[in-house]
């Protein structure tokens, strides 16, 4: 034990990061850090990115900081496209209607500007970083060789849930030591604030992460890991090793504050979904 902790290869050392607004640190964020503090392991770090509200949680493993001071690109593309229906849920192509997520590039925007503003920060000090929606319950305690094993590594960039259609984003591990992570940054920055978005199916954070790691797969830029299954739909989160962890609380279900019965593919024995 000693002898592989003085020999053995240098454990990894993981960031974890997330957003949320005033609304969502109510309704989800909070009882989502609170969860992080108890569960997760002692020297994992959370970084907070909060949009007008202020976090009441202290402990030395959360770093929380304002949203708008500390991402200058998301205030730039909200003003720059918060007025164009077409980056607020209307179809370019007038098929899919109004008011649809798949469009809606400004809700999901900040997900990406938090994203990418962390990798920089982080990719100094850890290997791992997570994107963790801050919709989310963890309800057992995480163990470090569970995220060492779920942690993209050597020319792998990024660890996510894949399935059939565009990947679940509510998870997302980046290989902070991969040499093309800031181009990573720069092409997720710059398919919104150059307006590219509006030429691709869809502009939600998901469709868009999609497209940019099928692309630097298909040119051998780059290596994924694969957490989900291509033959896999909907709720592919809570049915992957991570259910045995966490929640995810997609749309109503924040309401109840747990994933439902029918979510799961086939039943999981820990105590939380019994
Ligand atoms: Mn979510």
């Not at 962390?118 to 990719?123: G, H, K, Q, S, V």
């Not at 994924?224 to 592919?236: E, M, N, P, V, W």
Request: glycine fraction near 6%; proline fraction near 4%; aromatic fraction near 14%.
């Amino acid at each position: 034990m000693f002898l592989s902790r003085i020999w053995g290869p240098k454990p990894l050392r993981h960031a974890v990061v997330t957003t949320f607004h005033r609304n969502g640190y109510e309704a989800y964020g909070r009882r989502s850090i609170e969860s992080f503090l108890r569960h997760w392991p002692k020297d994992v770090t959370l970084f907070v990115y909060a949009e007008n509200v202020e976090v009441e949680q202290r402990d030395p493993r959360l770093v929380v900081m304002e949203q708008t001071a500390s991402l200058p690109k998301l205030l730039q593309f909200r003003k720059e496209f918060g007025g164009n229906p077409f980056a607020n849920g209307t179809d370019p192509r007038g098929k899919g209607g109004e008011n649809n997520f798949r469009w809606d590039a400004i809700r999901f925007c900040n997900k990406v500007f938090a994203v990418t503003d962390a990798i920089t920060r982080t990719r100094n000090q850890y290997d791992q970083l997570v994107w963790l929606d801050a919709d989310t319950v963890t309800h057992t305690d995480f163990p470090l060789y569970v995220l060492d094993k779920l942690a993209p590594r050597n020319a792998q960039l990024s660890a996510y849930l894949n399935r059939k259609s565009y990947p679940e984003c509510g998870w997302v591990g980046y290989n902070l030591k991969h040499p093309k992570i800031p181009e990573f940054v720069e092409r997720f920055e710059q398919m919104y604030l150059s307006g590219k978005f509006l030429e691709l199916k869809e502009s939600h954070d998901s469709f868009v992460f999609w497209h940019i790691v099928k692309d630097m797969e298909r040119n051998n830029e780059a290596q994924f890991k694969y957490l989900g299954s291509d033959s896999a739909t909907g709720h592919i989160f809570i049915n992957s090793i991570l259910g045995g962890y966490l929640d995810h609380l997609k749309g109503d279900r924040k309401e109840d504050g747990k994933s439902r019965q029918s979510d799961l593919y086939s039943s999981r024995k820990e105590k939380w979904w019994r």
